[in-house]
């Protein structure tokens, strides 16, 4: 370790003349922390270039300014707890930071320690809180929480996602005058209560229109009221009169039923004197009557008798025409039978003759045997052909159903594979729609490129073993991982032009190196690698498509990478030294081994291994390429045996054809040979029917004689029968004459019956009609007798009277305006209780509310007037601030812009900053913002995470805070390792930038820490180097000899000039 000085001499405390500015940074000291066991450093009053190898111990520098100037362990992005800063083996650590100040410096002193993470503080020697050391930290402006002063190495991706706004309060905390952040954070405050006050008020104001509305609604309710008390008061006056016009009406009506109730008992006397003579006239007639019956049931019980006698003479005479029409029918049925006989005998004569005259022209016959023999032998060769078809057809249907059956099975086991596929295509879809969205345009447009493109890596990869997918996933990068990749670089720009331009889609797209990799062999066998453990390279652990393995093999190197197991791991100390291996996966960790550019000893790295996502779900592509073949073949056997059964089944129809023809020629033969003896078998019948039909001839003439004798016989029985219904006839005329003149009498006697009943019934009526009438009389009588004594109970109720107290005239005044009839009274009532409804929710508070929603409005009023003033306030404080900052903010951004541009020019780029406002009011919205070009071609950007790369991020940033620098008002600055991401061109000129402008005299302090620097660069004399040589062969501290070190260097300078 070496302590720098500025030109040999050490910087006193308090000195009136040092270089140092106010807060600068003047020793650290450093003990068990991190690396360093003791370590005190002197730092220059500029620019302080740390540099040493990785490791060292350079970040360690940084961390100990945090966090020994108050800041916390989140701030370093290191780690979250403080007592991981503390040396490994020990229990506190202690870190000093002396601060330049005049008189006298200001030493703070923090003690870490493990245990339950805690700090103690100290200012020059004496206890303080980590308030007070806050405090001290903030009056000397210093501000290890702002990137613009304090960038850390693992804060430096931090500073470009940095948004305008934090950017500018992070710019007016480092650089700005201490009133510059004050003003702003005013301007926001203001802005805020000026927006709580415009709400406040614009919701009061809304609020006093609704009282004012609801005030008037009171107004016009308090009218409605009063209006509605006169209605109410016509109303009860209407009710009291109501009753004793009811019982006016009622006690008339009693009066009117009394008189009727006179009149009608005087009618019912005179019916009842009318009433007893018909009854004697009815009781004779009745006499009569059943005389006159008795005579018409005996004359019709003889007419009944005589007309049964009758009818049963009708049905004999029936029965008889019956029988003789039996008797005909007969006849006529014997007469058809005979000549129906005649017609069978002849036709048989004339098929006999036929038959015969055949028989005559048949030839002898001839012998058809040897014919019939050949046809049978033909037969019998058709038979055997068939038997011999039918075998090979049997067998063909077999070895057909079984290959259907193979191919059935393949067809199952592809849909399981192709079901894998489908899982994975929707793992696809969930976790990347974009990536997905792409791959079903892809599948829909193959035909726009030239050469093959292979879809997702995560699904053209397949595993052999899907307990080895988390080696792969945890070697492939998740954006390759469902990246497509192409064999063209032009395939694939059409690609991104389509679905990232067009479609706006996120997606990946990676080119094969043009020369294949697929087939790279390994540095060495794996059988060489057994010993440590390792059985297989990532390579043969999966299967992918030829353009995907190439590039993997040239971009991950799966080739070289192996696979071990916990034997590995348990002697990874060992295969890192003998195996020369960069990258080792074991059971379930990474390691990744470096050789350090300074020590060349080897670094090593291990994570554990995190679970496979992707990749469990793996097809066999070897399987399901054989499936796919064997389904080929197995198609190909069923289309060879399908063209076999059909030749087989064409033949089988020709021999089919030939069997039924030669069936047919010998049906023939047969026929011949068997037809004389049919037709002799047949004639021989014949003439046997012949002779039967002549021996069933029938005698037509003696079977009309028999009919004739059988008739006339029937005919006299009809004459007796007749005879007997002519003198049933004429007894029971005699008989109809005398009924009939009784029922002439009956009909007589009945109508006077009917008429005298009609005229009882008619005075019967009336009668009990008079003696109803009378009794309903007498019972409303009563009933209104009783009403009104109830009616003039409730009248006097009505209007409060006792029972032996006079109506009041003032009622009798008041009745006198009012209707006298019912039907008027309730016309009047329901009209005023209609008019009185209209005013319902009125009450006597209505006044109440009214009065009180006044006052109300009142105070309301002058509520919004203050609030009003207060507002007009804030606008105005905000008119007053507003111009003072942004007075200074744009002077400042000006100064910023200029130094920002002046240090790109001279990098022949171009770069701006400048103040950016979304709204002129909206004061917590302002920015700066930096646009930069470093290309002739491109246009100015805007610096964000993504637009530019790496490089020119990190150039940007230094830029940025060297422009910062020369109008710092912070103590110091800290840029850990901010040049690695440069190019050898653009770290040289930002380098001799921070030289120069880091060097100017009362400039702050500058930290720069870096693992390396170019050959050849410019150097300033008052900037300070600090060397960190930190490691095993490192001379101990207490061992350095400064004046022989120095010795030794005047000895070499006398060599080389001589």
């Known amino acids: 370790m070496a302590a720098a000085r500025e030109k040999g001499k050490i910087v006193k405390r308090g000195e009136s003349t040092s270089p140092f500015v106010l807060g600068s940074i003047v020793r650290i000291f450093m003990k068990n922390f991190l690396t360093y066991t003791v370590c005190e450093i002197h730092p220059g009053p500029n620019l302080n270039l740390v540099v040493g190898a990785n490791g060292t111990g350079k970040s360690s520098i940084v961390c100990a300014i945090c966090l020994g100037l108050a800041g916390k362990p989140s701030f370093l992005g290191r780690a979250d707890k403080i007592g991981l800063f503390v040396k490994q083996g020990c229990m506190k650590g202690i870190v000093e930071i002396e601060l330049f100040k005049s008189p006298d410096n200001i030493l703070i002193k923090r003690e870490i320690y493990v245990m339950n993470n805690t700090s103690v503080w100290f200012i020059n020697g004496k206890p303080a809180t980590l308030k007070t050391v806050e405090e001290q930290i903030t009056a000397l402006n210093i501000q290890v929480d702002n990137l613009c002063q304090f960038l850390p190495q693992d804060k430096i991706g931090e500073f470009t996602k940095l948004s305008k706004t934090e950017l500018l309060e992070a710019t007016e905390k480092s650089i700005g005058s201490p009133e510059m952040y004050q003003f702003h954070c005013e301007l926001k405050n203001f802005r805020e209560k000026e927006r709580e006050v415009e709400n406040l008020c614009r919701e009061k104001t809304t609020s006093l229109e609704k009282m004012k509305q609801r005030v008037e609604r009171y107004k016009q309710d ?390 496979a996502q992707h990749l469990t779900s793996s097809v066999d592509t070897e399987e399901r390429g054989q499936l796919e073949n064997q389904r080929q073949d197995i198609s190909n056997t069923l289309k060879s045996l399908d063209a076999r059964l059909t030749a087989l089944f064409n033949t089988q129809k020709l021999l089919d054809h030939k069997d039924n023809k030669l069936r047919q020629e010998k049906k023939e033969l047969l026929e011949r040979g068997n037809r004389r003896r049919q037709l002799e078998s047949k004639i021989g019948v014949k003439y046997d029917s012949l002779r039967q039909l002549e021996q069933d001839a029938i005698d037509l003439d003696k079977e009309f004689q028999l009919a004739n004798v059988k008739i006339k016989e029937i005919n006299k029985q009809k004459a007796e029968l007749v005879t007997e219904l002519m003198n049933l006839m004429k007894r029971i005329v005699p008989l109809n004459v005398i009924k009939v003149d009784l029922t002439f009498q009956m009909t007589r006697v009945t109508a006077e019956k009917n008429r005298l009943q009609s005229e009882y019934k008619a005075g019967t009526v009336q009668l009990r009609a008079a003696q109803q009438r009378f009794l309903e009389l007498d019972n409303k009588k009563h009933l209104l007798y009783e009403k009104c004594m109830e009616l003039m109970k409730q009248a006097r109720h009505v209007c409060r009277l006792g029972p032996d107290q006079d109506f009041p005239k003032e009622f009798q005044v008041a009745f006198q305006t009012l209707p006298n009839t019912l039907e008027e009274i309730d016309a009047f009532l329901n009209e005023e209780k209609t008019r009185a409804s209209c005013f319902t929710g009125l009450s006597a508070s209505v006044v109440e509310e009214y009065n009180k929603q006044t006052q109300e409005i009142q105070q309301l009023t002058e509520y919004l007037e203050e609030k009003k003033n207060e507002l007009n306030n804030y606008k105005q404080n905000i008119s007053q601030v507003k111009e003072k900052w942004l007075n200074l903010l744009k002077v400042m951004v000006e100064q910023i812009n200029g130094k920002f541009s002046k240090f790109f020019s001279s990098m022949q780029c171009v770069g701006e900053v400048d103040l950016h406002m979304e709204n002129e009011e909206e004061y917590e919205k302002y920015g700066i913002r930096i646009r930069v070009k470093f290309h002739s071609r491109t246009e100015l950007h805007e610096l964000t995470p993504y637009h530019q790369s790496g490089g020119e991020k990190t150039v940007s940033i230094m830029l940025y805070l060297m422009a910062l620098q020369e109008l710092n008002r912070c103590p110091f600055r800290v840029v850990d390792e901010i040049n690695q991401g440069m190019d050898p061109m653009n770290e040289r000129r930002v380098f001799e930038m921070v030289v120069e402008t880091a060097c100017k005299k009362r400039t702050s302090q500058y930290f720069l820490i870096t693992p390396k620097l170019l050959q050849n660069l410019t150097y300033n004399d008052r900037m300070t180097v600090l060397l960190v040589c930190n490691g095993p062969f490192v001379l101990e501290t207490y061992k350095w000899n400064i004046k022989r070190f120095k010795r030794r260097q005047r000895h070499l300078s006398r060599m080389i000039e001589s």
């Not at 497509?484 to 990676?510: G, H, I, P, Y």
């Open 222 to 611: 308090v009218e409605r009221y009063h209006e509605c008390k006169r209605h109410v008061g016509l109303i009860e006056m209407l009710e009291r009169k109501r009753p004793w016009v009811e019982y006016e009406n009622v006690r008339e009506q009693h009066e009117e039923v009394k008189q009727c109730q006179k009149q009608v008992k005087k009618e019912l006397k005179c019916l009842k004197e009318m009433h007893i003579p018909w009854a004697k006239k009815i009781q004779e007639v009745e006499e009569n009557l059943k005389n006159l019956d008795m005579k018409i049931r005996d004359n019709t019980a003889e007419i009944r008798s005589i007309s049964q006698k009758c009818k049963e003479k009708q049905d004999a005479l029936e029965i008889k025409d019956k029988q003789i029409e039996e008797i005909n029918q007969a006849f006529r049925m014997k007469k058809d039978e005979e000549t129906n006989r005649q017609k069978k005998i002849h036709q048989t004569q004339q098929i006999i003759e036929e038959w015969q005259s055949e028989l005559d022209t048949m030839a002898v016959c001839e012998n058809l045997q040897p014919q019939i023999d050949a046809v049978n032998t033909e037969l019998k060769k058709i038979r055997e052909e068939r038997a011999n078809i039918d075998n090979d057809v049997s067998d063909l249907r077999a070895e057909k159903n079984n290959q259907e059956r193979e191919e059935k099975r393949i067809i199952d086991r592809l849909g399981q594979l192709n079901n894998i596929m489908h899982m994975k295509e929707e793992n696809l879809k969930m976790r990347f729609r974009d990536t997905h969205s792409a791959l079903m345009w892809l599948r829909n447009n193959k035909d726009k490129f030239k050469k093959r493109i292979c879809e997702p890596m995560m699904l053209e990869i397949n595993m052999k073993d899907s307990r080895h997918a988390k080696y792969v996933e945890n070697h492939i990068s998740s954006n390759d991982m469902r990246a497509f990749v192409f064999e063209s670089q032009e395939d694939m720009e059409t690609f991104l032009v389509e679905v990232r331009d067009r479609q706006k889609l996120r997606v990946n797209a990676v080119c094969a190196p043009a020369e294949s990799c697929a087939e790279n062999l390994p540095s060495r066998p794996i059988e060489e690698l057994h010993r440590y453990g390792f059985y297989s390279y990532l390579r043969e652990l999966f299967d992918a498509p030829a353009p995907v393995m190439s590039y993997l093999c040239y971009q991950y190197h799966v080739h070289n990478v192996p696979v071990g197991t916990q034997k590995t791991r348990d002697m990874i100390e060992r295969v890192i030294k003998e195996t020369n291996l960069r990258q080792i996966y074991t059971a379930e960790e990474k390691y990744v081994i470096k050789v350090s550019s300074y020590t060349k000893q080897n670094l090593s790295s291990n994570i554990c291994l995190k679970e």
